[in-house]
């Protein structure tokens, strides 16, 4: 865009604003140029400056610095605690007990008085026959009749405002670092400049014209239109980012993924987060001595600490499941089933708590059905693992159901969250048989998403089951960092404005 294509796009608060930095010999604050050109409020100044900045007819600079003052004047005629502690130890004769603070100084500034002392260097502390001893040090003897550097700071800081560039910085960082004594607040000053462009424009007859940016309803009833002299519209000018509002991208893709398995016919379900550790380990035929239920893996509550369990007769065939196998080949674990343990109340480690729960209410077929909802497990929190996350889950249960049906239902929604290469390999977990491990292909490489297999009968029999359950869990969060190219599970939970405007919606 030359010189003559800008002059005449030029809107009438842009040409009065460079009208006014020409007056004002180039140069000038924000509030010198509305006072010189006659605004009608200060905001008309920096939007027109934003926009000749994008023309090249102007240059806007920032400078900004710190501003101290005292927060409590009364904090510093009081004094310091550790001024009152070296008053105390000077006349006794540099050497005190702790009793002798305590008796002569208010009982909340004794503790920051020692923690002051100790960091200027002013004092040291030794125990001796089991009393606290305070001695000054030679800093702390030759403060007791001047004025430490803080002190002198503040007392500056008390006849008014001092500039970040005024001040020791150590000092006033130490002084920061105390509550109720110093505040600050930062002072950004603007400067808008002419560049050559805009001394050009100025050059070429620049006039300030009140122009019609927008045609109205009224211009046109009225016949107004005709009278009025439309400003110019380029589309190469710039315009600042507009982002229009979105749900957090893990939002949509929940819902993504629950619009592909309602599709699928499925219907979806839920249970509450506390569950007794009979639902969540012992129905899965999960033994009681496995390494899962350890605290070190599971979070355990203390109130309640333990939930009652609600049908005796599941409880019992379930028990006879784990000591001998119950009515199945199986011979169980061959331990003493223990009812206590199985009470106890935690955050359950997995959503198959929802499956279970759903198959000792609905034990015949058709069930279709699936969850996705939070699960929780004691781990280490870094960039692939969190103590809190969210879990895919789903089940199949009819007459005829298969492993192969169960590798095609797995393919059909992997295949419709857009991966097309999907493989299966054996895997181990201890409610189903045979297992797998699901991979997908995603930018070259293979990568593990969940996990299914189908329910043994160890865990069916009980609830009445006479039909193959299809089961399989996945990971909601990975899922959402390979579809938004995330590194970092943690970025998924962080509040990060940029990353959720700049997100894409599809």
């Not at 030794?126 to 001695?135: A, E, N, Q």
């Not at 808008?192 to 045609?215: F, N, P």
């Not at 893996?297 to 028990?319: G, Q």
Request: include cysteine; charged fraction near 30%; hydrophobic fraction near 40%.
């Amino acid at each position: 865009m030359n010189s003559a294509e800008i002059l005449a796009g030029l809107s009438a608060n842009e040409s009065r604003l460079l009208l006014s930095l020409d007056c004002l010999n180039g140069k000038a604050t924000p509030e010198q140029v509305f006072e010189e050109g006659d605004f009608a409020q200060l905001v008309e100044v920096m939007n027109a400056g934003s926009w000749l900045q994008a023309k090249g007819a102007v240059i806007i600079s920032e400078i900004s610095r710190k501003i101290y003052s005292i927060k409590d004047e009364s904090i510093i005629e009081r004094g310091l605690p550790e001024r009152k502690a070296i008053n105390i130890l000077s006349s006794k004769g540099g050497v005190a007990d702790m009793n002798d603070l305590a008796a002569q100084m208010p009982k909340d500034e004794i503790s920051i008085a020692l923690g002051w002392l100790r960091r200027k260097g002013l004092a040291t502390i030794s125990k001796k026959d089991g009393k606290t001893i305070l001695h000054l040090t030679d800093s702390g003897i030759a403060s007791v009749d001047k004025q430490t550097p803080d002190e002198l700071l503040l007392e500056q800081l008390l006849r008014g405002e001092m500039s970040e560039d005024l001040v020791d910085k150590n000092i006033i960082a130490a002084l920061r670092s105390r509550q109720d004594l110093v505040d600050e607040k930062v002072i950004v000053t603007r400067t808008i400049e002419l560049t050559d462009l805009g001394r050009e424009i100025i050059s070429m007859g620049l006039e300030v014209k009140d122009e019609v940016a927008q045609l109205t309803p009224e211009l046109i009833q009225t016949g107004k239109w005709k009278d009025v002299e439309f400003r110019r519209y380029d589309v190469r000018t710039f315009a600042p980012a507009i982002y229009p509002g979105k749900k957090h991208p893990l939002t949509r893709i929940a819902d993504e993924i629950r619009s592909i398995f309602v599709d699928m016919g499925f219907t979806e379900i839920d249970e509450e987060y506390v569950q007794p550790a009979f639902w969540n380990m012992d129905a899965l035929f999960t033994p009681q001595d496995h390494p899962a239920r350890e605290l070190q893996d599971t979070f355990y509550l203390k109130h309640p600490c333990r939930i009652d369990l609600e049908d005796e007769e599941i409880i019992e065939r379930v028990c006879a499941m784990h000591e001998t196998g119950g009515d199945t080949e199986s011979r169980g674990w061959g331990y003493e089933w223990c009812r206590e343990e199985s009470e106890k109340a935690l955050l359950r480690t997995h959503t198959t708590v929802n499956t279970i729960r759903y198959l000792w209410n609905n034990p015949n077929p058709p069930v279709k059905v699936f969850s996705l909802s939070k699960v929780f497990r004691k781990e280490a929190i870094d960039a692939t693992h969190l103590p809190e996350f969210t879990q895919v889950e789903g089940i199949v249960m009819e007459e005829g159901a298969s492993f192969d049906m169960l590798c095609g239902i797995i393919k059909e929604f992997y295949h419709r969250m857009g991966f097309k290469n999907v493989r299966f390999r054996p895997g181990y977990f201890p409610y189903v048989e045979p297992g797998l491990e699901v991979e997908v292909e995603f930018k070259g490489s293979w990568l593990e998403l969940g996990g299914a297999g189908v329910f043994r009968p160890e865990v069916t029999a009980p609830f009445g089951v006479d039909y193959p359950v299809l089961a399989w869990g996945m990971g909601f969060e990975r899922l959402a960092m390979l579809r938004w190219g995330l590194k970092d599970l943690r970025d998924l939970y962080v509040s990060d404005v940029d990353m959720l405007r700049t997100s894409p919606i599809l």
